[in-house]
């Protein structure tokens, strides 16, 4: 018999995920730092994703991408990350959430440039399909039908 899901925890006590970053090799640097716990997959969510995740002074959320399919909305707990998207930056504060709809071609992600740590929520959909572009970096990747994300260089040769 399969155990029964949880209905409450302490976000901050949920497992971080094992592997850091399914990132190429290369590109695993920019996130070294970033611990993030998958609060969703605590209760079996399989509609949208939650992740706690702390940055030290820094990391990176992500390389700087954006969704075809998937939308994604950040909230900011504790610290003060520098938002960057394609409009430039924006140091947030604690309150402070923004947001990225899916197919706007917007690359974004968080970077802690501040000395202490940073904590956020995120949140995105699952659904199927999804591909991300990285306007900085020689890469995309396609969403497996097995929620696994399958990179490669942008003329479509693997890593």
Same mark, same amino acid.
């Given at each position: 018999?399969?155990?029964?899901?949880?209905?409450?925890?302490?976000?901050?006590?949920?497992?971080?995920?094992?592997?850091?970053?399914?990132?190429?090799?290369?590109?695993?640097?920019?996130?070294?730092?970033?611990?993030?716990?998958?609060?969703?997959?605590?209760?079996?969510?399989?509609?949208?994703?939650?992740?706690?995740?702390?940055?030290?002074?820094?990391?990176?959320?992500?390389?700087?991408?954006?969704?075809?399919?998937?939308?994604?909305?950040?909230? =900011?707990?504790?610290?003060?990350?520098?938002?960057?998207?394609?409009?430039?930056?924006?140091?947030?504060?604690?309150?402070?959430?923004?947001?990225?709809?899916?197919?706007?071609?917007?690359?974004?992600?968080?970077?802690?440039?501040?000395?202490?740590? =940073? =904590?956020?929520?995120?949140?995105?959909?699952?659904?199927?399909?999804?591909?991300?572009?990285?306007?900085?970096?020689?890469?995309?990747? =396609?969403?497996?039908?097995?929620?696994?994300?399958?990179?490669?260089?942008?003329?479509?040769?693997?890593?």
């Amino acid at each position: 018999m399969k155990p029964a899901k949880p209905t409450a925890i302490v976000a901050a006590e949920a497992a971080p995920r094992i592997k850091p970053s399914n990132y190429p090799p290369q590109f695993a640097g920019a996130v070294l730092g970033r611990v993030k716990r998958p609060l969703g997959d605590v209760f079996g969510l399989t509609n949208f994703g939650v992740n706690l995740t702390r940055l030290a002074p820094g990391a990176a959320t992500a390389l700087r991408h954006a969704h075809t399919r998937q939308d994604e909305f950040v909230y =900011v707990l504790e610290g003060n990350p520098t938002l960057i998207t394609d409009d430039g930056e924006r140091i947030l504060a604690p309150g402070m959430c923004a947001g990225f709809k899916a197919g706007t071609g917007d690359g974004h992600h968080l970077v802690n440039r501040s000395s202490g740590e =940073v =904590v956020l929520l995120e949140v995105g959909d699952r659904g199927p399909g999804d591909s991300g572009i990285y306007p900085d970096d020689d890469l995309q990747a =396609v969403l497996r039908p097995d929620g696994t994300w399958a990179f490669t260089h942008k003329d479509g040769t693997p890593y």
